[in-house]
């Protein structure tokens, strides 16, 4: 069995966020392999599903971002679930918006959840990194993160959901490297440079 959670912020007011995309991933991925419906649990939402045969706990907790690792702490620690079968979809600033990389263990890069999920945790457990762009300046991340997505944006997003999802049994099966590559293949991110990435974002562009 293994764990994949979203992170995000819960409620309609952040629904539709840059920092609610792991809650979109889990979203498509319930969609994508029939889960079951959703649940109140370990202070999540929760579905419980399969993944090629292989057990998989959905969580999307209900902590808000900065709290997630009670939430998937706990889990982890009632079916005795080690950090490497823990996958964690999260957006990134410090990555082009559309591009996706697998990471295991690692700091917290200033991502408050990632560092709430390492001190219940420790390092080790799995990073589905989700890019969304840095603004540019400081002040702005958290306007940024905490801003809609733009309806322009849907170009690289949609398609970044739908390939996580497809890819998945990859990722079940312990293979990253393979997953990530494949989330690229199917899902090109666009084709401009980090500063690039930075201006548009600052002006609300995709």
Not at 16 to 32: L, Q, S
Not at 130 to 140: D, I, K, N
Request: proline share 6%; net charge positive; glycine share 12%.
């Amino acid at each position: 069995m293994i764990i994949i959670a979203g992170l995000g912020n819960p409620g309609p007011k952040y629904e539709k966020n840059r920092h609610n995309i792991g809650f979109m991933a889990v979203d498509e991925i319930a969609r994508r392999w029939r889960f079951g419906p959703e649940r109140a649990k370990f202070q999540s939402v929760v579905r419980d599903g399969e993944v090629e045969g292989t057990k998989v706990l959905l969580m999307k907790p209900q902590t808000f971002m900065n709290e997630s690792g009670r939430a998937v702490g706990e889990a982890a620690r009632f079916y005795k679930i080690k950090p490497s079968d823990v996958i964690v979809f999260h957006d990134e600033i410090d990555l082009a918006p559309g591009r996706f990389r697998m990471k295991t263990g690692g700091g917290a890069a200033g991502q408050n959840g990632i560092r709430s999920l390492i001190s219940h945790l420790g390092a080790d457990f799995r990073r589905g990194r989700m890019g969304v762009g840095h603004p540019g300046e400081s002040h702005l991340v958290m306007p940024h993160v905490l801003g809609d997505f733009h309806k322009a944006e849907m170009a690289w997003l949609d398609p970044m959901l739908t390939a996580i999802a497809d890819a998945l049994p990859f990722a079940v099966a312990g293979e990253d490297e393979r997953f990530q590559g494949e989330v690229m293949r199917l899902a090109p991110a666009p084709k401009f440079s980090p500063r690039q990435a930075a201006e548009k974002a600052a002006r609300g562009e995709s």
